[in-house]
Antibody, heavy 124, light 107 residues
Framework: QVQLQQSGPGLVKPSQTLSLTCAISGDSVSSNSAAWTWIRQSPSRGLEWLGRTYYRSRWYNDYAVSVRSRIIFNPDTAKNQFSLQLNSVTSEDTAVYYC??????????????WGRGALVTVSS | DIQMTQSPSSLSASVGDRVTITCRASQSIGNCLSWYQQKPGKVPDLLIYAASSLQSGVPSRFSGSGSGTDFTLTISSLQPEDFATYFCLQSHSTPHTFGGGTKVEIK
C-alpha cells in the first residue's frame, strides 16, 4: 500500500525556516511517472500549490511564484523521501501543509495520494 | 497563473437530490482538470481526473464533464456521506491552481 508519512515541527518562529519531510512507502521518489508535491491550505488562501519535484532522467523542480524566492525542495533517493524548506516565514505561512503524489504526464496531472497533513503555525 | 472560479461557494441539498458544481478556468485548459472531495479535518480525496474519468473506487453517482474553460461535477443522487467540500484543480500549467471550493450542506 502506497503511503506518504509527513514529519516536521508544528511551530516555527517568524523569520525562521519551516522544514517538513515526506517519506514515501510503496513508490519511489525517482519514479518516472509521478511528481512529488507540496500543497498548503489555510482559511484565508484556500488550497495553494507550492511546487513539485520529479525525476525524468534528471531532477526537475517547479515552484509557485509566490514562494519561489524562499522555497527549496530536496528529494532524497537514499531515504526515499522529499522535503520542503520555506525560509523567512511569517504568519501568512501558517497553514496545513500536505505532501502529495501527482500522477500523469505532459499537462494531465492528478493528485491521487496525499499525506495526512501537518498544521504549521508561525508564531513567536 | 490560471484562475479557477468555482460556483456556488456553498449549497444546501437533501439526500437524493441531484447536485451540480461548476468550475470555470480563466483560459482554456483542455481537459486538464480534476475534482476532489474533502471532509472536515480530512485529506482531499480524488474523485474525477481528466475532466470526466472516474477514479477507481469512487461511486458512479459522481460524474464530471466539460473541456476548455467550463467544467461540471455532478452528483446524481446525493448520499449522506457526500456532505463535504468539493474542489476543482487545473494541471494545464504551473502553478497548478485550485478552485475556491463548494461546501455541500444538508438542507
Amino acid at each position: 500500500q502506497v503511503q506518504l508519512q509527513q514529519s516536521g515541527p508544528g511551530l516555527v518562529k517568524p523569520s525562521q525556516t519551516l522544514s517538513l519531510t515526506c517519506a514515501i512507502s510503496g513508490d519511489s521518489v525517482s519514479s518516472n511517472s509521478a511528481a512529488w508535491t507540496w500543497i498548503r491550505q489555510s482559511p484565508s488562501r484556500g488550497l495553494e500549490w507550492l511546487g513539485r519535484t520529479y525525476y525524468r532522467s534528471r531532477w526537475y523542480n517547479d515552484y509557485a511564484v509566490s514562494v519561489r524566492s524562499r522555497i527549496i525542495f530536496n528529494p532524497d533517493t537514499a531515504k526515499n523521501q522529499f522535503s520542503l524548506q520555506l525560509n523567512s516565514v511569517t504568519s501568512e505561512d501558517t497553514a496545513v501543509y500536505y505532501c502529495a503524489r501527482s500522477t500523469g504526464s505532459a499537462r494531465m496531472w492528478y493528485y491521487d495520494l496525499w499525506g495526512r497533513g501537518a498544521l504549521v503555525t508561525v508564531s513567536s | 497563473d490560471i484562475q479557477m472560479t468555482q460556483s456556488p461557494s456553498s449549497l444546501s441539498a437533501s439526500v437524493g437530490d441531484r447536485v451540480t458544481i461548476t468550475c470555470r478556468a480563466s483560459q482554456s485548459i483542455g481537459n486538464c482538470l480534476s475534482w476532489y472531495q474533502q471532509k472536515p479535518g480530512k485529506v482531499p480525496d480524488l474523485l474525477i481526473y481528466a475532466a470526466s474519468s472516474l477514479q477507481s473506487g469512487v461511486p458512479s453517482r459522481f460524474s464530471g464533464s466539460g473541456s476548455g474553460t467550463d467544467f461540471t461535477l455532478t452528483i446524481s443522487s446525493l448520499q449522506p456521506e457526500d456532505f463535504a467540500t468539493y474542489f476543482c484543480l487545473q494541471s494545464h500549467s504551473t502553478p497548478h491552481t485550485f478552485g475556491g471550493g463548494t461546501k455541500v450542506e444538508i438542507k
